[in-house]
């Protein structure tokens, strides 16, 4: 084991020196993060230290939302791998573990690896692994074995996949790792699908529990956000939420705050400028379309400014001042 590592460290530090490997590799590329902007040695046999019982308190409140969505999905995951030796694992923004499930056997191996609650995985902390790599590049990553930066990691193989806030914030990755020598890239490959359906069914959820009292709108999605293109619509037929592959779908931008944009205008619906249609919708949607200002409001709707203000009085729509 101890030649095996020297020779990893000695492949690992070759490939750091090579610019042209970096651009053919993503997995290198990482490498070279690693080594020169972490400043981290593939040799180096201490692992971080864990976030102590009083800070997992805190970290897992302050992630109360999310993790009140993502348990029992999260449990569903681990029932159907816990069989094949996996370890399952959430890991907050920094790459800290702040949910994990392995079975008894396997909790001492595991421990070892130091994939436990309270471990920070960040690529600044362990180099190139599952969670770290996936929280930096912000996509669906496997990092098996020798793939790791650190010779320490060579043992395992990690399969993660991001999750998004319900205002498109990266917040989390979903990771499963197995330490199983009979774990090819086959096996891997179908428990980074597993993974990522999941991260998806999470932050499906999530979305749908922050918008609860608002209609969600499916779209489809345009595959280079890798999530759910939801949207969220309050009774006026106005966007008022997000996620983040909605937002790259409809060019929405990825800032967290959002100003509410008519659903029709996104979808390519007719526009609705009768009243017919419903008065409070339709000034409601003007309002948004001149940003909230009730002299362009009315005249994109051939009205006064007065009978516009009096029109919404009485359909009890408020305007922001």
Same mark, same amino acid.
């Given at each position: 084991?101890?030649?095996t /590592?020297?020779?990893h /460290?000695?492949h690992?530090?070759?490939?750091?020196?090579? +610019?042209?490997?970096? %651009?053919?590799s993503?997995?290198?590329?990482?490498?070279?993060?690693?080594?020169?902007?972490?400043?981290?040695?593939p040799?180096e046999?201490?692992?971080?230290?864990?976030l102590?019982e009083?800070?997992?308190?805190?970290?897992?409140e302050?992630n109360?939302?999310?993790l009140s969505?993502?348990?029992p999905? @999260?449990?569903s995951?681990?029932?159907t791998?816990?069989?094949?030796?996996?370890g399952?694992?959430l %890991?907050?923004? +920094?790459?800290?573990?702040?949910?994990?499930?392995?079975t008894?056997?396997?909790?001492?191996?595991?421990?070892?690896?130091?994939l436990?609650r309270?471990a920070c995985w960040?690529? =600044?902390?362990?180099?190139?692994n599952?969670?770290?790599?996936?929280?930096?590049?912000?996509?669906?990553v496997? *990092?098996?074995?020798?793939?790791?930066?650190?010779s320490r990691?060579i043992?395992v193989s990690c399969?993660?996949?991001? *999750?998004?806030?319900?205002?498109g914030?990266?917040?989390?990755?979903?990771?499963?790792?197995?330490?199983?020598?009979?774990?090819g890239? =086959?096996m891997?490959?179908v428990?980074?699908?597993?993974?990522?359906c999941?991260?998806?069914?999470i932050?499906?959820?999530?979305?749908c529990l922050?918008?609860a +009292?608002?209609? *969600? @709108?499916?779209?489809? =999605?345009?595959?280079? =956000?890798?999530?759910?293109?939801?949207?969220a619509?309050?009774?006026?037929?106005?966007?008022i939420?997000?996620?983040?592959? %909605?937002?790259v779908r409809f060019?929405?931008g990825?800032?967290?705050?959002?100003?509410?944009?008519p659903? &029709?205008?996104? *979808?390519?619906?007719?526009?609705?400028?009768?009243?017919?249609?419903?008065?409070?919708?339709?000034?409601h949607? &003007?309002?948004?379309? /001149?940003?909230?200002n009730?002299? %362009?409001?009315a005249r994109?709707?051939?009205?006064?400014?007065?009978?516009?203000?009096r029109?919404?009085e009485?359909?009890?729509?408020?305007c922001a001042?």
């Amino acid at each position: 084991m101890a030649k095996t /590592s020297i020779r990893h /460290s000695d492949h690992v530090l070759n490939t750091v020196q090579s +610019n042209q490997a970096a %651009a053919l590799s993503a997995v290198a590329a990482s490498w070279r993060r690693s080594a020169l902007h972490h400043g981290l040695d593939p040799a180096e046999s201490l692992r971080g230290e864990r976030l102590g019982e009083s800070g997992m308190v805190r970290l897992r409140e302050a992630n109360g939302e999310l993790l009140s969505v993502a348990s029992p999905i @999260f449990d569903s995951l681990f029932g159907t791998l816990c069989r094949a030796g996996c370890g399952i694992y959430l %890991a907050n923004e +920094n790459g800290v573990v702040i949910e994990s499930r392995c079975t008894a056997g396997d909790t001492a191996l595991f421990e070892t690896l130091n994939l436990v609650r309270g471990a920070c995985w960040s690529e =600044a902390a362990e180099g190139t692994n599952g969670i770290g790599t996936c929280l930096v590049e912000a996509r669906q990553v496997a *990092i098996l074995r020798h793939e790791h930066f650190a010779s320490r990691n060579i043992g395992v193989s990690c399969m993660d996949s991001p *999750i998004f806030d319900p205002e498109g914030r990266l917040v989390a990755a979903l990771d499963v790792s197995t330490c199983r020598s009979d774990h090819g890239e =086959a096996m891997a490959g179908v428990i980074a699908a597993l993974v990522h359906c999941t991260a998806q069914q999470i932050e499906r959820d999530y979305f749908c529990l922050r918008y609860a +009292n608002a209609r *969600i @709108f499916f779209a489809e =999605a345009d595959g280079s =956000a890798g999530g759910p293109a939801l949207l969220a619509v309050d009774r006026d037929d106005l966007v008022i939420g997000a996620t983040r592959a %909605a937002r790259v779908r409809f060019r929405l931008g990825l800032q967290p705050l959002m100003a509410p944009r008519p659903l &029709a205008d996104l *979808i390519g619906m007719a526009d609705r400028t009768s009243f017919r249609d419903g008065e409070r919708a339709v000034l409601h949607q &003007a309002l948004a379309r /001149s940003g909230g200002n009730v002299t %362009a409001a009315a005249r994109r709707l051939g009205i006064g400014r007065a009978t516009f203000y009096r029109r919404m009085e009485r359909v009890e729509l408020a305007c922001a001042h």
